[in-house]
């Protein structure tokens, strides 16, 4: 089934959040996020089915977006793409952490950040700070999730506009896991398919103190413990999983993401 998105009725709204097309149905509460450089909308929805065998909804006080991939239909042209339902209650709105920590000091965060003398430094200010300003005090277990899902998928795209929480008047929520689309080399004018997987991974950085993913997981965890517990998928558990999401993409294209995909994930397990 392909959904149909209008620009000129009232059935959706584009954002300008991210680099991904971005539209919202209000008649069933949810947002759509199409492809734009590569394989995004898969990336998002297979990141969320390997959460669902994580410990984060039974162990910590997290949630994660669930995704599902969709054929949407804009403006004559089907694309690619997934939907989530919307997290955001009525009253409710999503804050960086780099608007909220940026108003607080006066200056920039990132300014703040680079005066730090190492990693360890930076992440516990990071960590510390957001949950002070916030009264979240888990906050700092928080980051140290988000950096383990970057470490599992080879999410490069966490940047300081890319940690959020949600505000409702005056008190502040933990945001659910979400926005994992630029993991998996799914940039392919970036991270190009005629390139080997493996030489891709060891040239991605970690946003957002652009170094390793494993050092900047392992950073974290030295500081508050390692949050997320995931079973070792193998080889073809994920081409299984792949497999009707690959559906929505180009045959010539499926070895490849597949290839991608998988060298991605048996590669960064070792290191969870």
Not at 67 to 83: H, K, L, T
Request: contains cysteine; proline residues 4%; positive net charge.
């Amino acid at each position: 089934m392909t959904v149909r998105l209008v620009s000129n009725e009232r059935i959706a709204e584009t954002s300008s959040k991210g680099n991904q097309e971005k539209w919202y149905d209000s008649a069933v509460d949810s947002w759509y996020k199409l492809d734009q450089f590569g394989y995004e909308a898969l990336t998002e929805t297979l990141v969320s089915i390997m959460l669902e065998k994580s410990n984060i909804e039974k162990d910590t006080p997290f949630t994660f977006v669930r995704y599902c991939m969709e054929r949407a239909s804009i403006r004559g042209r089907e694309r690619n793409g997934c939907s989530s339902r919307n997290f955001l209650k009525p009253g409710q709105s999503l804050i960086t952490i780099n608007r909220l920590l940026t108003n607080s000091l006066g200056a920039p965060l990132k300014q703040e950040l680079s005066r730090l003398s190492s990693d360890k430094r930076r992440v516990a200010y990071l960590a510390e700070a957001a949950a002070e300003y916030t009264g979240l005090p888990e906050f700092p277990r928080y980051l140290t999730v988000l950096f383990e899902v970057d470490a599992l998928c080879c999410n490069d795209d966490r940047h300081l506009n890319n940690i959020a929480v949600i505000k409702t008047a005056n008190t502040y929520g933990y945001c659910p896991i979400f926005d994992n689309a630029a993991g998996l080399l799914s940039n392919t004018q970036i991270s190009q398919m005629n390139i080997a997987p493996k030489a891709l991974i060891s040239a991605l950085r970690a946003r957002p103190f652009n170094t390793t993913f494993t050092r900047q997981m392992n950073t974290a965890r030295s500081l508050y413990g390692k949050q997320l517990v995931m079973p070792v998928l193998s080889a073809s558990e994920i081409r299984d999983t792949l497999q009707p999401l690959l559906a929505y993409y180009a045959q010539r294209d499926r070895g490849i993401i597949t290839d991608r995909v998988s060298e991605c994930l048996l590669s960064r397990q070792k290191a969870l």
